[in-house]
C-alpha cells in the first residue's frame, strides 16, 4: 500500500491475525505485537489503543492499525475493522511571527492537498516580537499568545478538514516550524531571557509533546513535533530551511540566507555548518520605510528606472493600483537609484538628477516612485532620505554577516557553489539588485536559488519522512554556531559596507563594469 | 546518594548546572540534558517537567532532578530548587480477587515503610471471580469494577501518604501484579474471553500507563506498571513469584506452588521454566466448606488429633474462640482425621471410631473439632463428608497438575531441589501435613520454602529495580506454559489421586511408614 521509499510519521498497516486455539492462546496485544514486529520492531500499545483490540473477535481478528513514529519507536495509536475506511492526515506548519502558513497532508499518499496562510493573531500586541515578549511578561501575557495561537490552530484544523468530509480524529501529527521565540510562545514558556544577554532559550530540543497537552485538538493521541533551535536568534524555522534545501546532503559548499529583520546565514556541506544571525534591522522588510507595506495587493514588487531616461517602472501586487513598497521592491528602488546616479555611493540623494521626481517632506529629500494621481490612496508613494539610510544599513549589516562567516572557515563568495534565499519575500528578492546595492556578494546569478517558504517545507518533510526528526539534530548538533554580539570583526567590516555597493569595489566587479559602462566613475 | 546497587524505578539527583554565559547560551533544557547524559543516557524532558525549567536562573542553576524509568529510557518527571526537601514514593500492590495488599517504599531509601491489606471491594459481586466476570459483562459492570478498585486505591494512598506528611504528588510510581482478570478489571479491558474457550487475555504484557488514565492519583506524571501475565489462567501474580522466589536465577531445579482455587505451578531454573496452572477447586481455600472461613481472628489454623487418644487440640488465629477453618486448619484436620483412622483412605469418615465427635448433619457424618459449648458462636464447627469429599478432589488436583509438570520434562520430585509454597495460605501450610493427605509430594520437609505474599514481594521487587521489568518480560518469554485443558493425562492420573494419599502408595514411602507405626494397614 505504501511506497517503500516513504516513511511517514503515521502508517496504516492492513492485518489479518491468526485466530486463537487451545493451542495458541497468546493475548490480543501479543498476536498484534507479534504481528507487526518485523517491520516495526517492539511497538508500544497505550491504554486508548489497547481498549480497542477488545474487538479483535468481532472484526475477526482482521485490522486496521494506525502506527505512530514517538521517539524512536512505533506507537499503536489506533485500530478499526479492516474494512472501515480511514483517514491519516498531519498539518506542517510555519509559525511566522506575521503569517502562520498551515500544509494539510495525506499521510496516506504522502500529497500535501492544501496550503493556506493565516495572519499570526499575537500581532495584536506588537509587529515587533520584542514587544511580544513584554507583553508576555506582564500578568497573563504568555497564556493568552499561547492560547492564541492554538485558537488559530484548532480554527484552521476544523476548517481545513471538513472540507476533506474528516474530523479532528484523523489528524495525527502536527509539525512546527518557528523562530524561537514563536515557539515558546506556543509552549508558554517564559521568553524573557530570548531577548537578554546572554540569550538563554528555554529549550533547544522540544521532545514530542502530545497535541492535547498545548490544547490542540488532533486525535487522542496526536503529537506535535516543533522544531529544535540553535539559540534565540537562530530559529527551528532555519533548521527547516536547512533540511529544506538540503545542503546538509551535499558535498558542495552551499550557503542559506533568510533574510528578515534577523538576517540568518549557514554556510556548510555534508560535512560541516556554521551559522550565524544578526539583526539586519527591519528596513529590509519593509516595515519600517514611509511608504512600506507588506506584499499585499497594491504593493510596488518589481521597480526599475531606466538609467539615461530616468522613466520608472513599476509592477504591484495583483496589478492593483499602488498604496506602498514591499521587500523586494525596496530593494528594487534602491538598486535602480544608484545605478541611475539618483543616489550616490554614500546613500545620498541626488535632487539635481531627477527634480520632477524629488520632494521635500520634513526638510528632507525623498524620491517619488508613483505620483499621488497614480496610486490607490491619492497620495504619493516614495522613499525618503532616512529610509535610505536604513536601507544601507540593514543591507550593511547583511552583507557583513555573510562575510563574517565566510571569514571564519577560510573561503570567498567564489568557493560557494549555491545560495539559497529564504525568508517571507526571500523568494521574491531579484539577485542581481541585491548584488547591486552590495547587499549579497557578487557572484553569478544562476548561484542563487529562492527557496519560498523553506521553514514550511522543511515541516512538511518531517511529516514525510519521521527519519528527518533524527536528522534535523544531526544537523543541529553539527552547527558551529557564531554568535555575532561576540564578534569583534562585526563592526570593523560593518563601515565598508555601508556603501553603495562597498567601499572595496574589488569585491563588487560587475558593479564596477555596469558604472563604467554607464559613464558612472566612482 | 544512593547505593549503587540501589536501582530504584524513581531517582533524584542533585545537580549544579554551568550558569549560561555569551560563549555558552545552550537552553535550559539542553544545558540539563548534558548534565544527566553521562548516567541516564539521552532523557526525555516532557512538557510538565520542561515548564519547571523556567525557574532555572532564580535557582542559580541548581536544581533537584526527579527521573523515572519510563519505556527504557529516563523521563524528567519533575524539578526543584535544590534546596528543597522532596519525597519519591512508590507503592507495590498485590491485586488479589480478595484482599489487596499495599506497600509504600521510599525510593530514597529503598525501604518498605508501610503494609496494608483491604478487602477487595469487589467481592460483594462475587467472591468467585467468574460471578465477577458475568457482572463485568452487564450493562456498565466492568466500569463499576474498575471504579470500585481505583477508589480503594486512591482512599489507600491518600492514607498513606498522609500519615508520612506527605501528598499524592511525591508518589511517582505504582506496580501491581495481580491475576489476569484482576488486572483487565483494573484497566477496564473486557475480561468475557478470560473464562471461555480458548482463554484468550485481551493483554499479555502491559505496557506502562500514566496513573491518572485509569483514574488513579499520584504526581501528574506518576506511571502504573502492571505485571505481564502468561495466560488466562497463569497471571501477573505468580511471575512476581518467580521473581520474588528467585528460581529463574538458580541452577538447582526448583517448583512454585501457588495455592488457591486454581493451582499455578512453576518448575525450573535459570535455563528452562514449565509453567501449568488448573481448577484444584475452592475447597482448599475454606470458602466453600460449611465450617470454612477466611483466615480471620476465630478461624482454626492449626489442628492435630492424638492418633491413639483421639484427643484434639487445635490453635485459632488470635487466639479467639473458634468461628470455623481456614485453610491450613483444614489440611492439618484432615491429616489428622487420616492419621487417626477417622477418614478412610477413600476419604470416607469411620462413625464407629470417634462416636462422641460425629455427628449427622442433614443425614451425612461430619466430624466435630470444636463442639459448640467452646466456640463463637455458640455452633459446632465441624467438617462433614461432603466437605472431606470437595477437599480430596482438590488436593488430589493439585498432586496431578504438580506430577503433570514434572512429567512434562521427565524428572521426578526428589530432583526438585526447594518447593516454593505461596498463595494466600501457601505460608501458612504445614508441608506435613499436606504430604500426609497427598496434596504435595513426599520429600524432606525442608525443601519446602513459604514464599509469604510473593506476589506483593515481587511488586516490591519491580520499584526497588526498574530491571525487573525487563527481567519480568524475559522470564515470561522464557515459560513453556502446559495447557492443562488440553491433556488428557491429566484426568487419567487424577483417578489415582483421589485417595488418601494417593493409590499408588511408594510414592508416598514416609506415609506408608507412618501408617505401619501406627499399626494401620492399607
Known sequence: MLDKKSNPVVKIVDLELTVPSLNDNRSHETRLRTALNEEFGKVLIPLYALKKLVHLPEWSYRLKVVLLYSNNVWEVVDCFPVDQDINIYGIAIDLGSTSVVFYLIDLLTSKVLETVSKPNPQIVHGEDILDRILFAGRGDGLEILQKEIVELFNKTFNSLLTKYNSSIEDLFYISVAGNTTMCHFLFALDPSHLCKEPYIPVVNTFDLVYAKELGINTHPLGRLYCFSNVGSYFGGDLLAGILASKMHLKEEISMLIDVG???????????????????AGPALEGGILACGMRAQPGAIERVSIDPHTLKVSYKTIGNALPKGLCGSGIIDLLSALFLAGLVEPTGKLVPSRDPARMIQINGDWAYVVAHETET???????????????????????YTILNVVIQSVGIEFKDIDHYYVAGAFGSYI???????IGMLPDVPKDRFVGLGNAAGEGAVQVLLDYSNIQRIESIKDSITYLEMNVRGDFMNQLTGALFLPHT?????PSIAKKLKELKRDL
Chains 1, 2 share one sequence.
Not at 430 to 436: G, H, L, R, V, Y
Open 504 to 508: 572595496d569595489m574589488s569585491r563588487f
Open 430 to 436: 531579484d539577485p542581481e539588485k541585491a548584488i547591486n
Open 376 to 398: 490607490a490612496h491619492g497620495k504619493p508613494v516614495y522613499i525618503d532620505q532616512g529610509d535610505i539610510k536604513n536601507l544601507v544599513r540593514s543591507k550593511g549589516a547583511m
Open 261 to 279: 529583520t534577523n538576517a540568518e546565514v549557514v554556510l556548510g556541506n555534508n560535512e560541516w555548518l556554521v551559522a550565524c544571525a544578526g539583526a
